[in-house]
């Protein structure tokens, strides 16, 4: 197996002398290529800090991200804006989606902007859209679409680069537990037909549980692990539980 991300004795601050918060204390951990690992913990604990750092939105204060042994602390604005193109997919709590164009055009943007083939654009995102069942709202706008349509077209975008690492906030955050479903079935989908690797923060135990490993942060800290292994979803799910009751976060979202 090859690593696809290590996350290297990383530190963030934020604020300036005298008033400063360590979002993040001493953070390392590696993900091998097709994981699909969650990140949970309370409210504050550090998780998108995390995340944002990894995705190149935010730098560390210290330490090192490699993503496909590249150390992504040390690119450049401009090489920075290709490298995130070209290797990292993005979902977010609140789709993101560009509201003008299509189902289509939004799958199909990332592509064209890497100059791919008119031809060979049509032929991945009709392929992607078949896996994630969205090949019927491919011609509807945002607004014609369901909040779980949104996110899977979504999702869809983030993978039809092939993308080395696509990253998740909260991608169920905005969306009812039907929608949900459907939305980490295809992530399940992309995860083992496809080998995607995902990195999901999370902090709502249903959706982690169908993640293979979960990371638990607390204070800017790795508090716990657990790995999925033999465990159906559901044994996942109330291990998962614990932990959460352990490190007193919200079990409100359990369904
Ligand atoms: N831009 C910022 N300036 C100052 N402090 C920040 C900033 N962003 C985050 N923090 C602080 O860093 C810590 C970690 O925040 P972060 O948003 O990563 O937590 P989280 O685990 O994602 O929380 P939540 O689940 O509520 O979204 C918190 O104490 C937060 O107040």
Known sequence: MSTVLKVDHIEKYFGNKGNTTKAIDQISF?????????????????????????????SVTT??????????????????DQFRRDELGFIFQDFNLLDTLTAFENIAIALTIQGRKPADITFLVKEVAEKLEITQVLNKFPYQMSGGQKQRVAAAR???????????????????????????????KLNEELQATILMVTHDAFTASYAKRILFIKDGQIFNELIRGKDTRKEFFNRIIEVVTLLGGDTNNVL
């Open 30 to 58: 590696e993900v091998e290529r097709g994981e699909f690992v969650g990140i949970m913990g309370p409210s504050g604990s550090g998780k998108t800090t995390l995340l944002n750092c990894i995705s190149t939105i935010d």
């Open 158 to 188: 983030a993978i039809v680069t092939d993308p080395t690492l696509i990253l998740a906030d909260e991608p169920t955050g905005a969306l009812d537990s039907k929608s949900s479903r459907l939305l980490l079935d295809s992530f399940e």
């Open 63 to 80: 330490g090192k991200i490699l993503i496909n042994e590249q150390d992504i602390t040390k690119l450049k604005t401009g090489k920075l």
